[in-house]
């Protein structure tokens, strides 16, 4: 006889019709290792086709199915619902505007890390012809990416101080530090001058929640660490220097 | 997959995050402890200032408040301040020290260290206010 076992799933819904937000009820089947994403997935072939879920390649490797599960912001196609007890309380990530359900606006991310120019794509690794001659057209340098942040956002969900929208935020910070270690033809000066502010890598509360959570291991909260580093390299001789200059000429 | 509608995306209340630190993790609960006792060393600042006008009022006026402040309740409130002192210094000097880049591999480290000092700052300060 089959026993199999069965979760009780607590989801967020919300849809722009609505006047606020509710939590509906579903219980449905799950194994060992049965995934958030599949439960989510169950209840919408199973109890209600309505509800709003947003993924893509099931593996953990493209960000679009970052939510807070059980309070904790993870990517719901790699988080085994055995892990988590029962019930399982299933909300769209914080911070975010919400299009409907678990689904999330992604424009507070992406508008974060433009600025510090995305250094996603390495000029030495984009595509060429077969002749080794460079490819002209800009498809495949604006699709592939060489760095590990899938801009998933769960790390601005996260991070206690990123309710703010003019804080950059750990993903950008981290994508700056990473134009700094290798510029690849960007102006230092302008990442430096872009991060060196009171809502930049000065507003990092260091409590490395960005860290705990990046599905990539990207660790945000150290890249900043080190990005203040060299702020303070930076400004360090700068200062000393207008110390001799000004006050003690 | 239903697609999304920044038309249609509604903004989520906005509650400051770090009101709410269940279920995470050790950095949040040190930045919400630092941020609650310097609150809390600022109110007990001014709370200080008001007391202290007490002695516009004469000797008597602040004898009589020295004489309540040596209730036991209220040398429990003399612990706890010295708790949330030792806590933001302490507490304070790591996120400096981490937040210049320095020693960040070890930043949970250095939290369980000043945890640690500061209980042993609260032990001493019981043994003397108490005794």
């Known amino acids: 006889m089959s026993t199999q076992r069965t979760v009780l799933l607590k989801v967020f819904r919300f849809g722009p019709d609505d006047a606020a937000p509710r939590y509906d009820q579903f219980r449905v089947p799950a194994g060992p290792r049965t995934t958030v994403l599949d439960a989510l997935l169950a209840v919408r072939r199973l109890k209600d086709p309505s509800l709003t879920v947003r993924h893509s390649c099931l593996h953990g490797s493209c960000g679009t199915c970052g939510m807070r599960v059980n309070g904790r912001e993870v990517l719901a196609c790699v988080t085994r619902i055995e892990e988590l007890g029962d019930p ?6 914080a911070g975010a505007a919400v299009a409907g359900d678990l689904v999330v606006d992604m424009e507070h991310v992406y508008r974060r890390l433009e600025p510090v120019g995305r250094p996603l794509v390495r000029a030495s690794e984009r ?6 001659t460079a490819d002209a057209g800009p498809v495949l340098e604006d699709l592939e990416r060489f760095e590990d942040c899938i801009e998933c956002g769960l790390c601005l969900s996260a991070c206690p101080v990123a309710g703010d929208p003019r804080f950059l935020g750990p993903a950008a910070l981290a994508a700056a530090e990473r134009v700094l270690e290798e510029p690849r033809g960007a102006d230092p000066r302008a ?3 872009l991060v060196d502010d ?11 929640e960005c860290s705990a959570v990046c599905p990539a291991g990207v660790d945000p909260g150290e890249a900043i660490m080190r990005l203040r580093g ?3 390299r930076d400004r360090l001789p700068r200062l000393v220097g207008r110390y001799h200059r000004e006050v003690r000429p | 997959m239903t697609q999304a509608s920044r038309q249609g995306a509604r903004p989520q209340r906005r509650r400051p995050r770090w009101l709410d630190p269940r279920g995470r993790h050790l950095g949040t609960w ?3 402890a630092n941020r609650l006792t310097g609150l809390g060393l600022v ?60 020693l960040v591999d070890r930043h949970r480290a250095l939290l369980v260290a000043a945890a640690i000092l500061v209980g042993l700052v609260v032990v001493v300060a019981a043994v003397r206010i108490l005794a």
């Open chain 2, 43 to 102: 109110a007990y600042l001014y709370l200080h200032l008001v007391l202290l006008s007490t002695l516009l009022r004469g000797p008597e006026a602040w004898d009589g408040l020295v004489e309540l402040f040596r209730r036991p309740v209220f040398l429990a409130f003399d612990l706890l301040l010295v708790a949330g002192l030792a806590f933001h210094g302490l507490n304070g000097l790591r996120v400096a020290l981490v937040g210049s880049g320095l």
């Open chain 2, 30 to 32: 040190a930045f919400v």
């Open chain 1, 191 to 193: 990442v430096l001058g």
């Open chain 1, 88 to 93: 399982v309380v299933v909300e769209p990530l």
């Open chain 1, 198 to 208: 009171a809502h930049g890598a000065w507003r990092c509360h260091t409590a490395f």
């Open chain 1, 127 to 132: 595509a060429g012809k077969k002749d080794g």
């Open chain 1, 230 to 232: 060299r702020l303070l």
